[in-house]
């Protein structure tokens, strides 16, 4: 299964949550929160199974991952201590193009991505063009010196920073500070049924 490279606010309708984090989907406009179609608007009850995979869409449709990227992060996160449906958000954040968003240096994690990819991104002082490496506590993210007036840099400041990385956005440059918490993380989302669904396929 490939990235997902389709409209946003399609699958934020389908699923009735902002996957961009800041309602954009659903401003002037685009206010219908149901599915698209004729019928989505009707609620559907879903099975067990049914509620699992959705969850495990919605997260893999959040952080723009595909299903053979998702399962690797799901190994990285049973193997390290503490409960293990706050392990896997906290591995789905220390990728490096989450990263890049959360400092407020891209306004969508898929920009993010495709600002590593180009090679606008310093990690600890090297260049870094892999945007799924696994950053460390106290890594550093910098924002490459004849990239930081971009447009697409620029706008990234309008989703504000997290309490769990300290950025500065006039320099453009941040540093991965602690792990976040579960509350500093979307709500709309049951990861205990997207590692009930991993567990199945184990």
């Known amino acids: 299964m490939s990235r997902y490279l389709g409209s946003i606010t399609k699958k934020s309708r389908r699923y009735g949550f902002s996957l961009l984090e800041n309602e954009n989907e659903f401003s002037s406009g685009k206010k219908r929160r149901y599915a698209p179609g004729q019928h989505g608007n009707k609620k559907i009850k879903l099975s067990g199974y049914g509620e699992q ?3 495990k869409q919605k997260m ?7 299903d053979r990227q998702f399962r690797r992060l799901f190994k990285v996160a049973k193997l390290m201590k503490g ?7 906290i591995t789905l954040e220390s990728r490096l193009d989450n990263l890049v968003f959360r400092m407020g240096f891209a306004p969508t994690r898929r920009a993010a991505r495709q600002l590593v990819n180009h090679g606008h991104v310093l990690v600890n002082g090297k260049r870094i063009d892999i945007p799924s490496i696994l ?8 924002i490459v010196e004849k990239s930081k007036k971009l447009p697409v840099v620029e706008a990234g400041a309008t989703n ?3 309490a769990f990385v300290d950025s500065d956005l006039k320099t453009k ?7 976040p918490e579960r509350h500093e993380l979307p709500a709309d989302i049951n990861e205990s049924y997207v590692v009930e669904w991993y567990n199945r396929l184990a």
């Open 135 to 142: 950053l460390k506590l106290g890594d550093t993210v910098e």
């Open 160 to 162: 504000g920073t997290y």
């Open 83 to 89: 409960a293990l449906t706050l392990n896997l958000f």
């Open 173 to 179: 440059k941040g540093k991965y500070t602690r792990y």
């Open 60 to 66: 893999m449709y959040l952080y723009g991952l595909n």
């Open 53 to 55: 995979l959705q969850e």
